[in-house]
């Protein structure tokens, strides 16, 4: 059970991430709602927090008619099963779907984007693009690959996976072969730090890496010396390090999972100056007790500062962990005025 704070504060904003997590019991009217009920708030004094609805009824207290607390089971059990359907070679369209897990479309829509981060349709492609890019790794031919993953022909694949891949169908196959990718080394108060682009954006920011880091990432790309064409990313880079107040909206090249990208999505709406728990992540994208995942997640990230891994620490109030250092974590927190709040203590 969360702490009463964190549950209240959710109340407020009625955030829907986390439905499921607990019911607000209202002892004045004898009802117990979802957080993100619509119905005007209560007092706080007249307000208790329980697990679930059954810890509620147990007090006396009856389900809220206009949100239908209870309902938060059927909507997992409607996920569960919307989500197989989707990983099939050929989904159905979000009309049999719905119909297939007893909802109206376009309600079922919303429960989607809130549960996973993505739509349907979105959800689909990620789920092809996957099964592209493990079958690109096995198959000899790309054409095969394409076939394999369930495209009905090479035209729908790059359609689908434009700005999404980053490279090639050939890339993902052959370790980045087909692709270019410049890069850099520059000075920033908190060390080197290198920054990589292709055509699309950066792929790559770290921090005490170089070429070499960079080949064996991308072992078969061709990877030269930064010109003029990527000298604004790096500059921009720079600056988003130097003043998050006024990071730029650079460009990125980056692809995972459906789950990761909603991950990244979320990090990057951690205003500056604010931190999330890895719990808080969770509950954003949907997924309450898939906090190691989110975990795993944030540690995927390849494009350090710029999709704000750093902003995230653990339930705690401590720091966590970093792949490119505590100190710099700290650094970051400080200059984006986040080491000011209690939970981040200073190493």
């Known amino acids: 059970m969360i702490d009463a704070d964190t549950a209240w504060a959710a109340v407020l904003r009625r955030d829907r991430s986390f439905d499921g997590r607990f019911v607000t019991g209202v002892l004045t009217t004898g009802i117990y709602c979802r957080p993100s009920c619509a119905a005007r708030h209560p007092a ?11 810890a509620a009824r147990a007090t006396g207290l009856r389900a809220c008619k206009r949100c239908v607390p209870d309902d938060v089971a059927r909507d997992e059990a409607a996920m569960a099963k919307a989500l197989n359907l989707l990983r099939a070679e050929e989904p159905p369209a979000l009309e049999e779907l719905a119909e297939a897990v007893g909802y109206a479309p376009h309600h079922f829509h919303r429960l989607f984007k809130r549960a996973t981060g993505v739509t349907p349709a979105a959800f689909t492609r990620a789920e092809r693009a996957k099964r592209a890019a493990n079958a690109l790794a096995s198959e000899e031919r790309v054409t095969d690959a394409i076939y394999e993953a369930g495209y009905s022909g090479p035209s729908r694949f790059y359609e689908d996976t434009k ?13 980045g072969a087909g692709a270019v990718i410049q890069w850099a080394v520059v000075s920033t108060s908190l060390g080197q730090m290198l920054v990589a682009a292709t055509g699309k954006g950066i792929c790559r920011l770290s921090f005490d ?4 880091a960079l080949a064996d990432r991308f072992p078969k790309a061709e990877i030269l010396p930064a010109d003029a064409t990527t000298q604004a990313l790096i500059e921009g880079a720079v600056q988003a390090v130097e003043n998050p107040s006024r990071m730029p909206d650079l460009p990125l090249d980056v692809a995972g999972t459906a789950f990761q990208e909603a991950v990244w999505q979320e990090l ?22 898939a906090v190691r995942a989110a975990g795993s997640a944030n540690g995927a990230n390849n494009v350090a500062v ?25 650094k970051l927190l400080e200059r984006e005025g986040a080491a000011d709040s209690p939970q981040i203590p200073m190493l």
């Open 209 to 212: 890496e170089g070429e070499e």
């Open 44 to 54: 706080r004094t007249n307000v208790r927090f329980f697990v679930d609805g059954a």
């Open 268 to 289: 990057r709406r951690i205003p500056v100056g604010e931190t999330r728990s890895y719990a808080d992540i969770a509950a954003a994208v949907g997924k309450p007790k």
């Open 306 to 330: 710029l999709i704000p891994c750093h902003r995230v620490v653990r339930t705690d109030g401590s720091l966590g962990g970093y792949a490119y250092g505590l100190d710099r974590k700290v």
């Open 163 to 175: 700005g999404r891949l980053g490279m090639t169908p050939s890339a993902w196959k052959n370790g």
